[in-house]
C-alpha cells in the first residue's frame, strides 16, 4: 500500500461503492443529455417554426395546413409540393416591422426604404424593388397559427425533459452523497481501527491534538473531496462532454475550436496542484499544531493558571495563528488572482473566436448561419463555461482534500500489529526477566541486563530514585514496548510470542494517574467487557472501600461520571481505577505507584484490601512510599537502570545499602528505626 499514490488510494477506498457510484453517474449522464436537449430544441423551433415560416406559397384553393390572408390562401413551402407557376411570397421583417413582399426574397437582405406598397431592398450589394404591404402585429399572426401546436408540442417535450432530469439529478446527488458518506465512514473506522494497532511509542511521539486532527479534520477535507469535489468533477466532465456532442452536431470545425479548452483546463490543474499543494500541506500541518495546542492548553489550564501562564500560551497559540493565517491568505490570493480570471478569460476568447467563425463565412458568402444555430450555439458555449467555472473554482477544494489524504495515509502506513483476542489460559504468575536491556532511544538503553524471578502469588516491589527505570519494567511486561535485548517470560513462556492484547489477558494494572471515562461508575469499571458482571464490578468497588462515598451518591453506582472522573477527588478516582483492575480477576496486578497520590486514610483502606486481594495473584508494586511495601516478598531496588540489591524489607535494612539509605531518608534518620 506504501507504494501507491495518494491519488490511487483515495481512488481505491472509491471502489468500495462503485456500483452506488456508477448507478449516480448514469443517473447524472440521463440527466445532462435531457437538459442539454435545451437548445437543440430551440433551435429546432426558432429555424423550423419561427424563421423558416418566411417563405409562403400563393394557392388558389385551400389546402391542408393552408392560411387565409386578404382572400389569398398561403402555404408554407416545405409543406408543399411546388408547381412551378404557383407563387412565392416573403414574410421580411426589419427590426420590429413585418412585410409581406410580393416576391420571394433572400432572408440575408437589408431593408433600405418603403412607402408602404413597395419596398427598395438591399440583396448581395445590389438594390432591388418589390411591391408589398406592410402587416400589423395582429395580421401577423395569421402566417404563425399553423406553427403553434408544434411549437407547444416541443416545449412541452423539453419541458417533460427538464421534469424528468430533475428527477435523475434528485438520484445523481442522493447516490453520490450517500457513497461519499459510506466512503468516510469505512476511512474513518480503518484509520480508528488502525490506531488501536499502533504500538505505544508512536503516541509518546506525537501530539495527541495531531492525532485528533488527522482522525477527524483531515478526514472531513477528504469527504468534501467525495461529496462535492467528486461530484463537480463528474458532472462538469460529463456535461463538458455532451455539450461537445451538441457542438459537433451544430459544426464541427467550431466544435474542434472548442476542444482546445480541455488541455488548457489539464496544465492550469497541474500549475495549481504544484502551487497549490504547498501553501495546503502547511495551513493542514499547521492546523494539527493548533489541535495539540488546544489540547494541551485545555488538559493544562490549572496549571497554565496557577503558574500565570495564560500571556505564553496565548503567545505561542497567536504565533501559530498567525501563521495559519499567513498561508491561508496566500492560498485564497493565489486563488483568486488565478483561477477565476482564467475562467473569464477563457469565456471571452472562445465567443471572440465564435463571432469571427460565424461572421467570416457570412461575410464571404461561404455559407449562411440559421437564427437557430447562432442561438444554440451561444447558449451552449454559455452553458460550456458553467461547469468549467465550477471545476475551476473546486480545485482549491481538491488540493486540501489531496494534502489531507496524504496526511491520513501516513497515519494508517505506521506499523501496527494484528489485534489477536484469542483467549489464553490464565497465568500462574511465574513471571521471569532474563537478561533485559532496553532504550527508548537508540543505544541510550534505561535498563541493563536486568534478571529477576518472582513465583507465582508473591508480592514483588521495585524501588529506586526518579529514572532507575522502575516504570519501564512494567512498560515491558505489559508488552507497551518489547525488550531490546533479553527475554521476558510468563509460567515459562516468552511474552513475546504471544500478541500483545493475550500477553494483557491476565494482567492487571493501576497507574499513579488515574483515568475515568465518561459514563457511569459501573462502566468504567466493567469496560463493557460482557465477562464482568454488575455484581463482579460492585463486589471490586466494595473490596477496595469505595462503596463508602459510592452509596453516598444519588445515584450510587450508577452515577454519571464526568470527563476524566472531574467531581471526584484523587483518592475516589485511584480507588474505582483499583476496582476496574481488580473487576477483571488478573493472575498478575501492577500497581505503578498507584497509592502515590492517595491519603493516609485511603491508603489505609487500600492495603487492607490488597491483604485478601493478593491471595492467589502476584503482584508487582512500583513504591516512592517505602512504608507501603513492608510486606512484600521481594524488594528489587534499581539504580540508573541496574539491579543493584534484593530481598526482603528486613534483609535489606540489615545490609545498609542502597534501600536502607532511602528508607532513612524517607522516615527521618535514626530515630525512624526506633519506633
Not at 472531574?566 to 497509592?595: K, N, W, Y
Request: glycine residues 6%; negative net charge; hydrophobic residues 40%.
Amino acid at each position: 500500500m506504501k507504494s501507491k499514490t495518494t491519488e490511487k488510494r483515495l481512488f481505491h477506498y472509491a471502489l468500495n461503492y462503485k456500483k452506488t457510484i456508477m448507478i449516480g453517474i448514469v443517473c447524472l449522464m440521463i440527466a445532462v443529455a435531457m437538459e442539454l436537449s435545451g437548445p437543440l430544441i430551440a433551435k429546432k423551433v426558432i429555424d423550423d417554426h419561427i424563421v423558416g415560416v418566411a417563405n409562403h406559397y400563393v394557392v388558389t384553393d385551400k389546402q391542408t395546413g393552408a392560411i387565409e390572408f386578404n382572400g389569398e390562401h398561403y402555404i408554407r413551402v416545405e409543406r408543399y409540393d411546388s408547381i412551378d407557376d404557383e407563387k412565392v411570397v416573403t414574410l421580411f421583417q426589419d427590426g420590429l416591422s413585418f412585410f409581406l413582399l410580393d416576391e420571394e426574397v433572400p432572408l440575408n437582405a437589408r431593408f433600405v426604404e418603403g412607402d408602404g406598397y413597395t419596398f427598395v431592398l438591399e440583396v448581395d450589394q445590389t438594390e432591388v424593388t418589390v411591391s408589398g404591404q406592410t402587416l400589423e402585429t395582429h395580421e401577423l399572426f395569421h402566417f404563425f397559427q399553423p406553427e403553434v401546436s408544434s411549437i407547444a408540442a416541443w416545449l412541452g417535450l423539453y419541458l417533460g425533459l427538464i421534469l424528468a432530469s430533475s428527477v435523475f439529478l434528485y438520484y445523481k446527488t442522493y447516490l453520490l452523497q450517500y457513497a461519499s458518506n459510506r466512503i468516510i465512514q469505512t476511512m474513518r473506522q480503518d484509520v480508528f481501527s488502525h490506531i488501536q494497532r499502533i504500538p505505544i511509542p508512536y503516541f509518546v511521539d506525537q501530539p495527541a491534538g495531531k492525532v485528533v486532527a488527522r482522525v477527524t479534520n483531515d478526514t472531513e477535507a477528504i469527504k468534501e473531496l467525495y461529496e462535492k469535489v467528486l461530484e463537480v468533477f463528474t458532472s462538469g466532465f460529463i456535461y463538458m462532454f455532451g455539450i461537445f456532442i451538441a457542438l459537433f452536431i451544430l459544426d464541427a470545425r467550431l466544435a474542434a475550436i472548442c476542444l482546445v479548452l480541455v488541455p488548457l483546463m489539464v496544465l492550469w490543474m497541474l500549475v495549481y496542484r504544484k502551487i497549490a499543494g504547498h501553501y495546503n500541506h502547511e495551513i493542514r500541518e499547521t492546523n494539527s499544531r493548533i489541535n495539540a495546542n488546544i489540547n494541551e492548553s485545555i488538559q493544562g489550564m490549572s496549571i497554565i493558571q496557577a503558574y500565570n501562564q495564560v500571556d505564553r500560551m496565548t503567545g505561542e497559540f497567536e504565533n501559530l495563528n498567525r501563521y495559519h493565517y499567513r498561508y491561508q491568505r496566500k492560498m485564497n490570493t493565489f486563488t483568486a488572482l488565478t483561477s477565476f480570471n482564467l475562467v473569464d478569460f477563457l469565456r471571452n476568447v472562445a465567443f471572440v473566436a465564435f463571432i469571427m467563425y460565424f461572421g467570416g463565412i457570412s461575410l464571404d458568402g461561404t455559407g449562411i448561419v440559421t437564427a437557430g444555430v447562432l442561438y444554440a450555439f451561444v447558449d451552449y458555449l454559455t452553458r460550456l463555461f458553467e461547469p468549467v467555472n465550477q471545476i475551476v473554482s473546486q480545485l482549491a477544494q481538491l488540493e486540501q482534500s489531496r494534502v489531507a489524504g496524504k496526511r491520513v495515509f501516513e497515519l494508517l502506513d505506521e506499523d501496527g500489529e494484528e489485534v489477536e483476542e484469542k483467549p489464553i489460559t490464565r497465568y500462574d504468575g511465574y513471571v521471569e526477566f532474563e537478561q533485559v536491556s532496553f532504550a527508548y532511544e537508540k543505544d541510550d538503553y534505561v535498563l541493563e541486563d536486568l534478571s529477576f524471578s518472582i513465583q507465582p502469588g508473591e508480592t514483588a516491589a521495585f524501588v529506586g530514585h526518579t529514572g532507575s527505570g522502575k516504570s519501564t519494567v512494567m512498560n515491558l511486561l505489559f508488552r507497551f514496548y518489547d525488550p531490546s535485548k533479553g527475554r521476558i517470560l510468563i509460567d515459562g513462556k516468552p511474552i513475546n510470542e504471544l500478541s500483545r492484547q493475550q500477553a494483557r489477558s491476565h494482567i492487571g494494572i493501576v497507574l499513579q494517574d488515574p483515568f475515568i471515562f465518561t459514563g457511569t461508575i459501573i462502566s468504567n469499571i466493567t469496560m463493557n467487557d460482557p465477562r464482568v458482571s454488575r455484581e463482579d464490578a460492585i463486589n471490586a468497588l466494595k473490596a477496595v472501600g469505595a462503596d463508602r462515598f459510592i452509596e453516598q451518591l444519588p445515584n450510587q453506582y450508577d452515577e454519571p461520571v464526568k470527563e476524566k472522573g472531574a467531581e471526584f477527588s484523587t483518592g475516589q478516582r485511584q480507588l474505582l481505577s483499583f476496582a476496574r483492575a481488580l473487576a477483571f480477576d488478573p493472575a498478575i496486578l501492577i500497581l505503578d505507584e498507584a497509592t502515590a497520590n492517595i491519603d493516609t486514610e485511603t491508603e489505609a483502606m487500600i492495603q487492607e484490601a490488597l491483604k485478601v486481594l493478593k491471595k492467589g495473584r502476584t503482584t508487582l508494586v512500583i513504591a516512592h512510599r517505602l512504608s507501603t511495601i513492608q510486606d512484600a516478598d521481594q524488594i528489587f531496588v534499581l539504580k540508573q537502570g541496574e539491579l543493584i540489591e534484593k530481598g526482603t524489607h528486613d534483609s535489606l535494612l540489615q545490609t545498609q545499602g542502597e534501600y536502607y539509605m532511602m528508607y532513612r531518608m524517607q522516615l527521618g534518620g535514626k530515630q525512624a528505626f526506633a519506633t
